[in-house]
């Protein structure tokens, strides 16, 4: 129990374009996911915390209309990064809370040419 | 604000070797606290946690103690081997609510020599 999966996977983009991620919560429902990020050989950074039916909470020094969160349902959280550029090629991460833990996705891996 | 420092790889060691990834924190309160595991090309796996001082937690072989007193973490196993290779995260969060953000460590990566 408590997976939680990502998709795509991979993802490759042009420089300018819009990708969204999903995150999902297979088997339980959770009102709190997380996104973050992980660049190379690096650690992960919160990017933002997203509760279903309200707005996200954005770490500081995240630009909230460029990482657009969307918690639609208590299974789904997706994340939209708008006008792609190289600098946002990274691994994005969801993890989401149920009975006390928090479960991590595998990741997507993003990179913008 | 709260941190959590553990100890620069990357970490080599020949199979059966003695382990210890050190991590140290600063909290206020008392916060849980955390392991992470990153196999390559993977998402990350909770490899055990402690949510009070003097709790041990353990798993697959690895143990890492709750030290309020040194506020540390650190991590050991007594004989490593090749399929714990991976990068390990000691992770910290501020209260006992899963729905709090979890704060991590830079990682530290162990490879391990057949």
């Known amino acids: 129990g408590a997976v939680v999966s990502q998709h795509p996977s991979r993802v490759i983009c042009k420089s300018g374009t819009s990708v969204k991620i999903e995150c999902r919560s297979l088997?339980?429902?959770?009102?709190?996911m997380f996104w973050y990020r992980q660049f190379p050989k690096q650690s992960l950074m919160l990017m933002a915390t997203s509760n279903e039916g309200s707005k996200a909470t954005y770490e500081q020094g995240v630009e909230k209309d460029k990482f657009l969160i969307n918690h639609a349902s208590l299974t789904l959280s997706t994340l939209t990064v708008t006008s792609a550029h190289p600098e946002d090629s990274s691994f994005y991460i969801c993890s989401a809370s149920t009975r006390g833990e928090q479960y991590f996705g595998p990741g997507t891996r993003l990179t913008v040419t | 604000g709260d941190s959590v420092t553990q100890m620069e790889g990357p970490v080599t060691l020949s199979e059966e070797a003695f382990l210890t990834i050190n991590c140290t924190y600063t909290?206020?309160?008392?916060?849980?606290l955390f392991w992470y595991v990153q196999y390559p090309g993977e998402g990350l796996q909770l490899l055990l946690k402690?949510?009070?001082?003097?709790d041990k937690g353990s798993n697959k072989g690895f143990e890492a103690t709750y030290r309020k007193e040194t506020t540390s973490f650190h991590l050991e196993k007594g004989s490593v081997q090749v399929s714990d290779s991976a990068v390990y995260f000691c992770?910290?969060?501020?209260?006992?609510?899963?729905?709090?953000?979890?704060?991590f460590g830079s990682g530290t990566r162990l490879s391990i020599r057949p």
């Open positions: 402690a949510t009070k001082a003097d």
């Open positions: 909290a206020t309160g008392y916060p849980s």
């Open positions: 088997d339980f429902q959770a009102t709190t």
């Open positions: 992770a910290l969060r501020g209260d006992g609510s899963s729905a709090s953000k979890i704060i």
